[in-house]
């Protein structure tokens, strides 16, 4: 569109994280027109409580709506990703891209051929830290950032077993595609989306497929280790062709603790941000005076960052532009990585990108 | 040898690391008889300090020994290492094994054919924590151990610059060779040396090249930027033919905090310990009487190290029979693993050791 009314905003899967984003857009300056779902209870308890009409076909909400908002299971994705950008919307995808490369490649072909454009949500590039670090490189403060260390390490935290995240053919993968696909997108974020060389890693299983499963919290409800087939931590080295790096740790389960740490390694200076807390520090030298270390703690504020996300789509929405970052190009880059890592474990070696 | 009096030790290579042995030396229940190097100024301060002759010839030493501890620079390993073993001595090498794997390849040539064995200085290995750690895997206390992350970080502290360490003939390199192979060394001890698979990884230089080099302490005396044409950070990925991985970050300088951590991650338990601080945590689970985690901090002695590892040598030497670890195939795989992380940086590329 482009127009100065509010855009009609749609949301197509009305789980949890599509109850998540209506809650938010009702505070956006956008127009909640309707909903999406496939199960009946899903679309009472939205209509009920939005106001709005919940559609069991897509296309009647289409055909009300400029654009949408997609959070249903992966697999689904490029189903209502596809058809949405075809009926000429824009689309606001949730990450992962896809369930599987090919299908996250079949959308990106959608979104070249439609009028409507694709967002891929990564909400944490919106936090407060990671904002204030890409500032920071902009003004050149960290030299050339060449190495990121990247972690998304939970002790204990498999989503219910038995919901969608932990079934292969619906999610396409287990912490990698599910939290894994953030700390990889972080991180290919503060290098800026460099060209991919190789891709080395493994991806275990050791802990949702266990009877002895020892958890304090789960995400949801736990049905056992039946309705678990999915890997619950991945290992993997990034290596672009520009010669940066990545070292990635990803957990939903693993005998170590929680860390959700994040390092940017420049020549000039380095950062560490916690992704949880949000604590922020930067690293630097000087020899100005005397030699010495400078270590600078940033306060930042809590934001929430789907909200600042779903701005960020209704402004291009409005302005019938797609925005400049969180692309679909960038987000088929960190698919490639997370397939990457799944063939690179299956078959013991290292995968070349570069030739690919 | 093989006798009840005490063996008749000598040293090779009378700087610092010659010296803090030749100390430790002392309280052994073995004779110091003398040493052996080539500038005049440290066999004097030798003789002077322990009252025994240093010798700038190594056979005469070798005539009056049973054993020598070699400390020598890297690139001259080879040389006193060879000839002590085939003059029939005991050999207590410091690491790393040579300044090249092909240099490392000749000793081992020459420990086999000889009479006398090599025994490689990992010390670290004798920390209080690393042999709790140890005895926890011989109870089976962590199941499968399948993951390592393994630091050896400094955020500021290249040797003295204008020292052999930062001099790649003969160092062979620079913190990957120098501190490098201690994380490498006690992640491969920790996994009980696999069969290695993969390595890809890549060195930096960065910081030690430079005139704006800021820095707080050297270890030694700094001449400037041109002593150095070494590396000064490393960051691996260590694939193992059983599946087990490593994730290794190395550096003499980087931006960011030290980190001298390991975390070593079990399928039952895992365990964390801080090589500086000795700080050693257990990290387990549970279902007994409800589902918890358990965290088991355990109070550690701080033990000299080199001593530990001399009386191994010591004790070895007396019965004539090399020790069971630190044995110099283990000392080749991890000159194999540090050779193959020089390789993967200069080609880009992941090194293959299986079929090597």
Redesign the interface.
């Known amino acids: 569109m482009s127009s100065n009314r509010p855009p009609r905003l749609g949301i197509v899967g009305l789980g949890n994280i599509g109850h998540h984003h209506a809650t938010r857009l009702v505070e956006q300056d956008a127009d909640l027109v309707g909903g999406v779902d496939i199960a009946e209870p899903a679309r009472e308890r939205f209509e009920a409580e939005f106001g709005v009409t919940a559609y069991d076909d897509a296309t009647d909400l289409y055909d009300v709506a400029d654009a949408v908002i997609v959070t249903t299971p992966n697999r689904f994705h490029e189903e209502y990703a596809v058809s949405a950008l075809d009926a000429g919307l824009d689309v606001l995808l949730e990450k992962p891209l896809a369930h599987s490369l090919e299908s996250a490649e079949r959308i990106v072909a959608a979104a070249k051929e439609s009028e409507g454009f694709c967002m891929v949500g990564f909400n944490n590039r919106f936090s407060n830290p990671v904002e204030i670090i890409k500032h920071a490189q902009r003004e050149d403060r960290?030299g050339d950032v060449?190495?990121i260390?990247a972690n998304y390490v939970r002790?204990?935290g498999v989503p219910g077993r038995g919901s969608w995240f932990t079934n292969k053919e619906v999610a396409g993968g287990g912490s990698l595609i599910d939290i894994g696909v953030h700390a990889i997108d972080l991180a290919l974020y503060f290098l800026d989306f460099p060209e991919l060389?190789?891709v080395?890693?493994?991806t275990?299983s050791?802990f949702g497929g266990r009877d002895?499963y020892?958890?304090?919290e789960m995400w949801g409800n736990d049905t056992g280790p039946e309705g678990f087939n999915v890997d619950d931590?991945a290992?993997?080295?990034i290596?672009c062709a520009n010669?940066t790096?990545i070292?990635l740790?990803v957990a939903w389960a693993?005998?170590?603790?929680t860390n959700d740490e994040f390092?940017i390694?420049?020549?000039?200076?380095?950062a560490?941000f916690d992704r949880a807390s949000q604590d922020l520090t930067f690293?630097?030298?000087?020899?100005g005076g005397a030699?010495?270390?400078t270590d600078t703690d940033i306060d930042t504020r809590t934001t929430d960052t789907h909200q600042a996300e779903q701005a960020m789509f209704v402004d291009a929405v409005r302005a019938g532009e797609a925005p400049g970052r969180n692309t679909i190009d960038e987000g088929l880059a960190v698919q490639r990585v997370i397939d990457a890592i799944y063939r690179s474990s299956e078959s013991?070696?290292?995968v070349?990108l570069t030739d690919e």
């Open positions: 960290f060449n190495h260390e002790r204990r060389a190789e080395t890693g493994t275990r050791q002895d020892a958890f304090v931590s290992s993997a080295f290596r010669g790096t070292s740790e693993a005998n170590r603790p390092f390694r420049g020549t000039e200076a380095g560490h690293y630097g030298t000087g020899t030699n010495h270390l013991g070696n290292a070349r």
